[in-house]
């Protein structure tokens, strides 16, 4: 019996640190309609090419906002990333532009039709099950940096 209920709280500690956001990144608040979400920041090269590469698992309404300092076309892939995931794909107003399902573990290049400044993984189905689509606009919090 000790032993199983060690078993389980090792289990539960592997998967609460699974969903734990990469030291060092900055969190937001974000708003879509009338949910939000907790994001973290990916805003160097370094934290965009990890991504949320590696990890096991996401909370609900958690991801991880993509930044760039200018409009441009912008390309993702899901190589070493374990989670199903759905980006969308947002202009500088924060008007979702687009929104995809990405596969797990993908090499398949997941490109915006438009030019964006920002993008924002979730688990997949989240933006959908939320009621959020192409042409909704992301509320950013008042001092964050555009």
Same mark, same amino acid.
């Not at 300092?69 to 441009?72: F, G, L, R, S």
């Not at 964006?116 to 993984?121: G, H, I, Q, S």
């Given at each position: 019996m000790k032993s199983r209920i060690f078993f389980i709280i090792c289990v539960c500690s592997i998967i609460l640190t699974a969903c734990q956001p990469q030291k060092g990144s900055p969190e937001i608040t974000l708003k879509i309609n009338d949910v939000e979400f907790t994001a973290e920041i990916a805003d160097t090269p370094e934290l965009q090419e990890k991504g949320l590469m590696d990890r096991k698992a996401l909370s609900p309404l958690h991801g991880m906002l993509f930044t760039y /300092?200018? %409009?441009?076309k912008k390309s993702f892939w899901m190589k070493n990333t374990y989670i199903p995931l759905s980006i969308a794909f947002i202009a500088s107003d924060g008007t979702i532009k687009e929104i995809y399902d990405m596969k797990p573990l993908s090499t @398949? #290049? #997941? =490109? =915006? /039709?438009? @030019? *964006?400044?920002?993008?924002? &993984? *979730?688990?997949?189905?989240?933006? &959908? /099950?939320?009621? #959020?689509s192409a042409? %909704?606009?992301v509320i950013f919090p008042i001092n964050f940096p555009r």
């Open positions: /300092k200018y %409009d441009a @398949s #290049i #997941i =490109s =915006s /039709k438009f @030019s *964006v400044r920002y993008a924002l &993984e *979730v688990n997949q189905g989240e933006f &959908e /099950k939320n009621g #959020i042409g %909704d606009r």
